[in-house]
């Protein structure tokens, strides 16, 4: 037998096992794993690592912001980006701004995308008017479109939702096999704490950080827990930045609760005192939620060892520093109203790869977990993305373990004028990565062309291996039979 392609002689690493095998490519699927495959195409694989490409699931690209400006990246720089940084396939969000139909958003988000991405991609949908149409009418047609993850925002005048309305998203979504995700902070008190430093006069971008204290994530991530369980729905708490919020998620799961996961390297590897520079410059780190300290660092990797995290993912939201994004209200601009978000979509995966495995915090098998499969299980894409089996698409990145590089702007291939990671040096980079068997980079040339991705309609979630949490006042054995459980 000939397949079309072959990588000949790698190490191949799926989230459970790692084995020698060539595996044999047709049509754009894995068509055998096996000995002595024969080719048309051979990709000599020997000493490297072939792994699933990477699943960026948290990614803001071609993008409104909530402050009203758009991401530096479209889905052209954005998908090449990821995929120079070992990904072969993106999530990045749909943002439906309030006023805006769901229907009419994924329509936009349609236009941004097709034709633009050199990776297969889907969204996620940004819920922030969840009207009586949108609830009963949008999100089921959403669902049927195969968007199944929506993201609420818990702050953001412009975005959040109340207590109320995230029971009825995550009601509606609980019934059509959506998983919800949530921005977690308390808004009110990020304005009280935002109110008290811009009445010192203390608004330079460092001061960001701490208007988003920890306790607001804290608290946050407790509602947000308490509203899912209460409807014993899937919730998947993003960007997780605290020791307090994290032991909550692994609190919550190890209860059984469908609770997941997710942090990003910028709270591995930066601190809000990087921020401390001269005028602007700190900008350039200010996120949602903020930077923290060193010791944080080192509670979330423990979390990342113990399973509280299903996903690293980059958060990718790209601003310029210049007037196209961070310094579009001026350069004497208070914090409250430059773009929150750093680049990172590139960085993501040679960053997790030098820093966990390298330096023995995690395992190969874990990487790919983090970086891919979970991804794929949490937003209904396996088998067909995330893994190295026969049917799968051949979606595959092959590593160099001992490859030298520095993490620079000018390597990130994004439209972003700087990176949080710049002269980072890492052990471990991405070599050739394909996409459904095609090569889309290969030795630093990208040879996909914008065309080549294609939307990815996916299946719903499911939280088998999770008990769930029944409340006692929805449970008619304990509430005089009062049918009113979603
Ligand atoms: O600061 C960040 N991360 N901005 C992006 C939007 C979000 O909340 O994920
Ligand atoms: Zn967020
Ligand atoms: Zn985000």
Not at 3 to 28: H, L, M, P, Q, R
Not at 249 to 258: C, L
Not at 401 to 427: H, L, M, R
């Amino acid at each position: 037998m000939m397949y079309e392609t072959v990588i000949k002689g790698g190490t191949c690493v799926t989230a459970s096992e790692t084995f020698v095998a060539d595996i044999g490519i047709n049509k754009g699927r894995i068509a055998a794993l096996g000995a002595d495959l024969d080719g048309a195409d051979i990709i000599d694989a020997r000493d490297r690592l072939v792994m699933p490409g990477g699943i960026e699931a948290h990614a803001h690209i071609a993008q409104n912001s909530a402050t009203g400006g758009m991401t530096a990246d479209d889905y052209t720089s954005g998908s090449i980006s990821a995929a120079f940084g070992g990904n072969s396939c993106i999530i990045p969000f749909a943002a439906q701004h309030r006023g805006m139909g769901v229907t009419e958003t994924l329509d936009l988000y349609d236009s941004r995308a097709q034709g633009a991405s050199v990776l297969d991609y889907s969204y996620h949908l940004i819920v922030s008017d969840p009207t009586e149409k949108v609830l009963t009418e949008e999100l089921p047609a959403a669902f049927k479109r195969g968007i199944t993850s929506f993201k609420l925002f818990m702050t953001y005048d412009k975005m959040l939702v109340n207590d109320e309305q995230f029971l009825e998203v995550l009601t509606v979504a609980k019934e059509h096999g959506a998983l919800t995700m949530v921005h977690a902070e308390n808004a009110g008190m990020i304005k009280w704490m935002t109110d008290r430093l811009l009445a010192r006069g203390l608004k330079a971008p460092k001061y960001h950080a701490l208007s988003h204290p920890a306790l607001a994530e804290e608290e946050a991530i407790h509602r947000a827990i308490c509203m899912a369980k209460l409807v014993d729905a899937p919730l998947l708490i993003v960007h997780v930045s605290t020791p307090q919020g994290a032991a909550l998620v692994q609190n919550a799961r190890h209860a059984g609760a469908k609770i997941y996961g997710e942090t990003c390297p910028q709270y591995l590897f930066l601190t809000r005192d990087d921020m401390d520079k001269p005028g602007m410059e700190g900008a350039a780190l200010m996120c949602s939620p903020p930077l923290r300290d060193t010791a944080t660092q080192e509670v979330l990797w423990t979390h990342i060892q113990s399973g509280t995290f299903d996903v690293v993912s980059s958060d990718h939201s790209p601003y310029r520093m210049d007037d196209t994004g961070k310094l579009a209200n001026g350069p004497d601009a208070p914090f409250t109203v430059i773009a929150n978000g750093m680049p990172g979509i590139g960085a993501r995966l040679p960053m997790l790869f030098s820093e966990g495995v390298g330096k023995g915090r995690i395992s190969l098998n874990d990487f790919v977990a983090l970086s891919s499969t979970n991804a794929a299980r949490l937003y209904g894409l396996l088998p067909q993305k995330g893994t190295l089996t026969v049917g799968a698409d051949g979606d595959i990145a092959i590593w160099d373990p001992s490859a030298k590089g520095v993490i620079s702007v000018d390597n990130q291939n994004d439209a972003c004028d700087y990176s949080p990671f710049e002269g980072w040096q890492v052990t471990g980079l991405p070599m050739t990565v394909l996409s459904r068997g095609k090569r889309v980079i290969e030795n630093g040339k990208l040879l996909a062309k914008p065309d080549h991705g294609q939307f990815l309609p996916r299946a719903k979630f499911d939280s088998s291996g999770r008990a769930g949490y029944r409340a006692p006042e929805l449970d008619p054995a304990q509430n005089f039979g009062a049918n009113i459980a979603p």
